[in-house]
């Protein structure tokens, strides 16, 4: 009860200071004029003239009725799927790639009998696409535990490193070979962007790590990690959603998870709900959006411009 | 010239690090952070804590003192006890970028782009934009596992590889530009001045 | 039976990094120690942009955006430079400001000689507001005025007895901007800027950004678009200025033709190893 | 409890904008331009808070005598310097503040950038392998954008620059678009759980 009370305080404190701050205007009769939409004189407002007051303007402004409606539809789409995922779990995504190339990688290491080095993102663990990292981790840490191979990982932020050890803990649990973990080998190296790439690159080499796993948010740095680990001939996947560090991970990488794609795989691994929702929700958005594209061009070709003129932003 | 000889000492202290990690390179990197951070506070202190809040108080307008104090009571989240109190202040602003994304990528993203792509197939040139932007988009398809979906989507990676292809060679040519730059100024600014 | 890969077509691919970076070094400075002046043609994205400044009415002012931080000052200052130099030449209304905070002492030292030049009085023909944190939030505050947000320019003098805001009170008086920007800034004045509040724009940006803001040149929401190095030495060439980025294009051109061909030395071995594997194959086939 | 004020009050805020976009009410146009006011300050703070944060790890690595903690003694020492003197001497142009920022910030922030050109071109050199047809798309594409990008390759043959500008334009701006459409509706979705409360890391513990 007292931090019902005491919220309920806080808000009226905020809502009474900005009828303090606006006063005047809550006072004021809402122009209830200008709730009865203007049949005719529907005049947009050309931008360059000053606001003069013109007289009654419809409540809704029309001129932006296209993004009302997408907004509603991707909100419906994106909330219907949430629902969906949130009540029965059989909804999933289909086979992602990048997962086979995890566990031919991870194959490869145990034949050659090297250890394997994962590096979650260069970020801590309030990015979205770091969480989507360690959700790939922990099937690594899975695949490794069943192959018997060591895993190395190595993180550029302290609280990143104690979530990665909990959640290798766990993957190790469920299969079965709890006694393969040792916490020391998930390392938290330095908080400095360059120093972070080089300790990584100098570990490549002096381990002869035998597959490499770059997953998560990556800047600058991506490009000497990915360049100095293909010259040691290790096999390596990467995967981020910064489409300016894509170019240097296809380059120098066996297979990459592009943008969404790693959100996809981390969803498909990991089954949770809101994540799962999100995607598919956005899915059927693109899917939606595709056939807009067609629809337009079809109208395009047989001139039926205003229905291209209806998204015509302002 | 002091100047000049202190930002050459800097720069070849940076390009150190390409012989390898040293103690020179680690040392300008910290004073690097501290000059830069130590930088940044004072110029958040001028441009809008002092204009916006503090003047304008001492002007006799209180109505800022409010977003002031909101505003201190976000740097309680550096005291790990009264974290909680910066929710407040932390809400208000993370719910008007939320709006604003909202509305902004809608508008000026989707639609417009959707609508920048509604070309007559007529030229070969808006043939391909039609297909490249359907068959990228399909790669991004997760729901479905269909047969031919993935023919349709191997296509869209080709136009994807050839879009990261042009990132890559316009990257380095920005990182050149910036190398470049680095020499114009060793070389004229700070040799040339010494001759 | 496979011939033998000779050593040399192996050893060519596995050179010591450090042998590229002598390359690359002597690829700039020879061209910078004697510049070999290439000639340089104007691209249509880039006289877009001049003319659409060109042909505006003298009346009307045009916002320059100083969108980039210290480490993209060699791709995006030489831009802002001619750009200013271009308003300021054309007897436009020039406003500056930026969303990074260690860009208000770089606007500075741009606008000071310029206005000197072509006699442009502060307050009334050009002004700098320096810094001001919020990127989209700060935009949607100056859709309704510049002296709200921006109470002091960047020397710290108010503004509102300025000229400047008496005849251009908010963003939307505005008939033209150029976002010179390192980053994501142009996304909020495409989005806010030209969508919400009808303000004409344009974007220089890193080489880095070109492919992501060609997109926005095709639908029209981009005027036209500055690309990196070449996109500024282009502009310095229409402005009629020699500056650092016509200097450096020397150099960026021997520096691209090294790099390209130490991609083709890096596939050489790669290419033989498949051209061999494909010759054997046949014979085996045979 | 007091979680659950601070997702109300997000909405709220939300809620205005999201109004004021849609329906002409002068009321919230009005909340709208004061609530703008008000996150430019809290936004300052917030950069202030992150600075101050940076300013106590470091002071804390001191104390706990980490390694390489004289390295931390040295941040510190140089953040109060430009605190002090930004915030207490002298702001102006000539003065000792805006020197530092000149000559010490400016050109290692250039450099550490420009050092990624060297590493740029030994990826190009060592990593770039046409491996499949992917790795060769990337390679032709990157190729014939770098050779139509500068004069020399228009001397070398005037159609480089048309097929740089071609690739860039065509082939590359579709994908371009269907990333950009994907990112948006990225955005959109994670605003709108936010504002509904769905996506809650922004709280904290």
């Not at chain 1, 001129?63 to 999933?92: D, P």
């Not at chain 2, 007559?120 to 808006?126: A, D, G, L, V």
Request: glycine share 8%.
């Amino acid at each position: 009860m007292k931090s019902l009370s005491l919220s309920l305080f806080i808000i009226g404190v905020i809502f009474c200071t900005f009828q303090i701050s606006f006063g005047n205007s809550i006072s004021t009769k809402v122009q209830i004029d200008s709730l009865k939409i203007a049949v005719n004189n529907q005049q947009s407002l050309p931008s360059k003239v000053h606001l003069s007051k013109p007289e009654i303007q419809p409540l809704f402004k029309t001129e932006r009725l296209n993004v009302f409606i997408f907004l509603i539809i991707i909100s419906a789409l994106v909330l219907t799927f949430l629902f969906l995922a949130k009540r029965n779990h059989s909804l999933t995504l289909r086979k992602i790639a990048g997962l086979d190339a995890i566990d031919e990688a991870v194959g490869r290491a145990a034949e050659m009998g090297r250890p394997v080095l994962f590096v979650p993102g260069s970020m801590d663990v309030d990015r979205i696409q770091t969480l989507a990292g360690i959700a790939i981790l922990s099937k690594v840490g899975y695949e490794c535990a069943t192959y018997e191979v060591d895993l190395d990982v190595m993180t550029r932020f302290p609280l990143l490193m104690s979530t990665s050890q909990e959640i290798l803990r766990q993957s190790y649990l469920t299969a079965g070979r709890p006694d393969l973990f040792s916490p020391d080998r998930v390392q938290y190296i330095t908080d400095n962007q360059f120093a972070f790439a080089a300790a990584i690159t100098g570990h490549m080499v002096r381990v002869k790590t035998a597959a490499h796993f770059f997953i998560g948010e990556f800047y600058a740095e991506s490009l000497v990690i990915s360049e100095a680990g293909n010259t040691t001939g290790a096999i390596q996947i990467a995967g981020t959603a910064n489409s300016h560090q894509l170019p240097f991970f296809l380059a120098s990488c066996d297979y990459t998870l592009i943008g969404e794609e790693l959100f996809a795989a981390s969803a498909y691994l990991s089954r949770e709900p809101i994540l799962l929702g999100t995607i598919l929700g956005q899915d059927w958005s693109k899917a939606l959006f595709g056939l807009l594209i067609v629809l337009g061009t079809l109208a395009a070709w047989f001139g039926w411009t205003d229905f291209i003129h209806w998204f015509q932003t302002e | 010239m002091i100047g000049t000889w202190v930002a050459a000492f800097f720069t070849l202290a940076i390009f150190s690090f390409l012989y390898r990690d040293n103690p020179i390179y680690r040392l300008a990197e910290h004073i690097f952070i501290g000059i830069s951070t130590g930088y940044y506070i004072a110029v958040q202190w001028h441009s809008v804590v002092k204009p916006n809040v503090v003047d304008k108080v001492l002007l006799g307008d209180y109505l800022p003192l409010i977003p002031g104090v909101l505003g201190l009571l976000l740097l309680l989240r550096l005291i790990p006890k009264y974290q909680w109190i910066a929710r407040y202040p932390i809400a208000i602003y993370i719910g008007v970028g939320a709006a604003l994304n909202m509305i902004q990528y809608t508008q000026g993203f989707l639609i417009a782009q959707i609508q920048g792509t509604m070309l007559s197939p007529t030229s070969i040139n808006n043939l391909l934009i039609i297909l490249g932007t359907l068959t990228s988009l399909t790669y991004f398809f997760f729901a479905l596992e269909h047969k031919h979906l993935s023919k349709v989507s191997k296509i869209g990676i080709g136009f994807l590889m050839l879009s990261f292809g042009a990132a890559y060679g316009t990257t380095v040519m920005g990182r050149l530009s910036l190398l470049i730059s680095r020499f114009d100024f060793l070389l004229f600014e700070w040799l040339g001045g010494m001759f | 039976m496979v011939r033998k890969v000779k050593p040399i077509w192996e050893a060519l691919g596995k050179l010591d990094r450090r042998w590229v970076y002598l390359f690359v070094s002597l690829s700039i400075l020879f061209p910078l120690l004697f510049p070999l002046n290439l000639p340089l043609t104007v691209t249509k994205h880039v006289k877009a942009v001049y003319d659409r400044i060109e042909n505006l009415p003298d009346t009307s002012a045009v916002l320059i955006a100083f969108d980039f931080d210290p480490s993209s000052i060699p791709e995006c200052l030489p831009m802002a430079i001619s750009l200013c130099h271009h308003v300021m030449k054309s007897g436009k209304v020039l406003i500056v400001y930026t969303n990074f905070p260690e860009t208000g002492p770089i606007a500075e030292r741009v606008l000071e000689p310029l206005a000197a030049k072509f006699q442009r009085e502060y307050g009334k023909h050009y002004v700098n507001l320096g810094f001001k944190p919020g990127n989209d939030v700060l935009l949607m505050a100056l859709g309704s005025s510049w002296t709200t947000s921006f109470p002091k320019d960047f020397r710290g003098n108010s503004t509102q007895e300025m000229e400047i805001f008496s005849r251009f009170p908010s963003y939307r008086h505005l008939s033209f901007m150029v976002d010179v920007a390192h980053g994501a800034t142009v996304d909020f004045y495409i989005t806010i800027g030209l969508a919400q509040f009808g303000v004409p724009l344009a974007a220089g940006v890193t080489a880095v950004s070109i492919p992501q803001y060609e997109a926005f040149v095709q639908t029209g929401q981009l005027v036209g678009l500055l690309g990196g190095l070449k996109g500024a030495a282009e502009y310095e060439k229409l402005v009629g200025t020699k500056g650092k980025a016509t200097r450096g294009m020397d150099a960026q051109s021997v520096a691209h033709l090294v790099i390209i061909f130490f991609i083709f030395l890096g596939n050489v071995s790669v290419v033989r190893n498949i051209i061999l594997k494909n010759i054997s194959a046949m014979r085996i086939k045979k | 409890m007091l979680r659950f004020t601070a997702i109300i009050i997000c909405g709220i805020a939300g809620l205005i904008i999201l109004v004021e976009f849609f329906f002409r009410i002068p009321l919230f146009t009005k909340l709208q331009n004061g609530m703008m006011d008000w996150v430019i300050i809290l936004l300052s703070f917030s950069y202030l808070m992150g600075g101050i944060s940076i300013f106590l790890s470091h002071l804390q690595r001191i104390q706990r005598k980490y390694d390489g903690w004289y390295y931390s003694l040295v941040l510190v020492v140089c953040l109060l310097l430009m605190v002090t003197l930004g915030i207490f001497v002298d702001y102006g142009p000539n003065g000792a503040f805006q020197w530092l920022f000149k000559n010490v910030q400016n050109p290692m922030q250039s450099t550490m950038f420009a050092l990624l050109a060297f590493y740029v071109s030994s990826a190009s050199y060592r990593a770039f392998r046409v491996r499949n047809l992917h790795a060769t798309l990337l390679f032709v594409a990157a190729v014939l954008v770098m050779i139509g990008k500068v004069p020399i390759g228009e001397i070398l043959w005037s159609k480089f620059p048309e097929i740089s500008q071609w690739i860039l334009s065509v082939p590359s701006l579709a994908a371009q678009r269907a990333l950009t459409i994907g990112a948006a509706l990225g955005l959109i979705a994670t605003g709108l759980k936010t504002l509904l409360g769905i996506e809650r890391s922004w709280l904290g513990k």
